[in-house]
């Protein structure tokens, strides 16, 4: 596991878990609207 030794490398630890989880909640809410909205052809 990698040692994080300044503050500089700490907020950019921080910031790309950070953009890696709003692509995550931004693709599960769209697929979520998606699945809400789906319209069955019966």
């Given at each position: 596991?990698?040692?994080?030794?300044?503050?500089?490398?700490?907020?950019l630890?921080?910031k790309?878990?950070?953009?890696?989880?709003?692509?995550v909640?931004?693709?599960?809410?769209?697929?979520f609207?998606l699945?809400?909205?789906e319209?069955?052809?019966d």
């Amino acid at each position: 596991m990698e040692t994080i030794n300044t503050l500089q490398e700490f907020m950019l630890h921080t910031k790309n878990i950070t953009y890696v989880l709003m692509v995550v909640a931004l693709l599960g809410i769209t697929g979520f609207w998606l699945f809400l909205t789906e319209r069955d052809d019966d």
